[in-house]
């Protein structure tokens, strides 16, 4: 396994990348895009929610927008936005298509690539599966600033992976109980591996202002003292019916119900995310997507 990582690293870094035949969107982005994980400790607080709304507040701050769901076992981002997409990343690796064939229109101008088991296959393939796949991935950074990657919830090693090589990681929890406890393993996890890495927190489902604001100081308190992880606060949703009705109707709520409080407050949790990355030294840590790869052949490697 790591002669066999040490060779996609090397092929990783002497890729020379190369455009497919179909044209891309002429406005090229000379810089690479933002890759944010949004993650979770377990299941059912609303993470795939989160991520398709951010994704299209972003967009309506005049970012370009990719998201990928990266939930190998239950994706749902085509579900939640009610779109059958054609293709899926495993047929960029397998089946001859590049990434523009595979991107699938989302609602808000955003674009989304459907579920598979997709990256995680990359230790299993030859040098010529993996120099198409890196060829193909890497336009995503011409046509996107951000690319959010929604990953399954938990402390498997596939989620993991994810969050260890992203740029920065979003976290979604719930002021339930057994969701803060599984959020906290998650930072815990992260401050062990690599504790530069910035973890932003969303808390989601609140029942009013003062819980939300309650779990997010007691939490930040609890990070900081034992595990010395710069956790920054980004804010949290409410309950909100209207979020419930969108989820049935297979709509995002910020295009269901755009004045709705969910709506407002998934605008201003993306202003906040801009905000501090426009004050990151002006580049906010945007390293890319092959470098995002790169990153994950090498954990996969460790």
Known sequence: ??????????IIGNLKIKEPAEKV?????????????????KGGVGKTNITINLAIALSEMGKRVTVMDADLGLGNIDVLL??????TLVDVIYN?????????????????????????DLAKLDNYQIQKFLANIALLDKISDIILIDTGAGLSDSVMNFVMAADEVI????????????????????SKRYSSKTVKLIIN????????????????????????????????????NMVIKAVKAQQPFTISFPKSMAAKQIKEISKKLLDINNNANNSGGRTGIKSFVNRFVSILSG
Do not use: C, W
């Open 1 to 10: 396994m790591m002669d066999q990582a040490n060779k996609l690293r090397e």
């Open 25 to 41: 969107d002429d406005k090229v982005n000379l810089k690479s895009a933002k890759v944010i994980t949004v993650t979770s400790g």
């Open 82 to 87: 009610g779109v059958v997409p054609k293709y």
């Open 96 to 120: 001859n298509k590049n990434i523009v064939e595979v991107l699938s229109e989302g609602p808000g101008n955003i674009k989304f690539v459907a579920g598979g088991s997709g990256i995680e």
């Open 171 to 190: 976290l979604v929890t719930t002021p339930e109980p057994a969701s803060i406890t599984d959020a906290y393993a998650i930072i815990k996890a992260v």
């Open 205 to 240: 489902m609140a029942e009013n202002v003062t819980e939300a604001k309650n779990v997010t100081n007691k939490f930040s308190m609890v990070t900081q003292k034992f595990l010395e992880i710069d956790l920054q606060p980004l804010g949290f949703i409410l309950q909100d």
